[in-house]
């Protein structure tokens, strides 16, 4: 059975940090493309970032220079690195994983987590 568990949400003032991990069971993250979406209250679930099995990395603008995508194939996990987060970057992310080429749309994303909340607030 497939498990994908989220973890390390939380509130924190704006320009902190966070580092969410991703923690898989039943698949091998390294095999497959690993995306992290959000959403946010009232909004749709968009893409933030993803990984694929060769290590190649993807973010969406609003994200990039501030969030890091990692993988460490012995734990199966999956992270998450936020630093200089802002107020707009307050969601629930979603874990997903995928074989499609199409990294970046929900559609490509078979199995998700459920879900952590991050909130930026001061």
């Known amino acids: 059975q497939v498990q994908l568990v989220e973890s390390g949400g939380g509130l924190v003032q704006p320009g902190g940090s966070l580092r969410l991990s991703c923690a898989a069971s039943?698949?091998?993250?390294?095999?497959?493309?690993m995306g992290w979406f959000r959403q946010a209250p009232g909004k749709e679930r968009l893409f933030v970032s993803a990984?694929?099995?060769?290590?190649?990395?993807y973010y969406t603008d609003s994200v990039k220079g501030r969030f890091t995508i990692s993988r460490d194939n012995a734990k199966n996990t999956v992270y998450l690195q936020m630093n200089s987060l802002k107020p707009e970057d307050t969601a629930v992310y979603y874990c997903?994983?995928?074989?499609?080429?199409?990294?970046?749309?929900?559609?490509?994303?078979?199995?998700w987590g459920q879900g952590t909340q991050v909130t930026v607030s001061s």
């Open positions: 997903a994983a995928s074989n499609s080429e199409n990294y970046f749309l929900k559609s490509g994303y078979s199995n």
């Open positions: 039943g698949l091998t993250a390294s095999s497959l493309t």
């Open positions: 990984i694929r099995s060769r290590g190649f990395t």
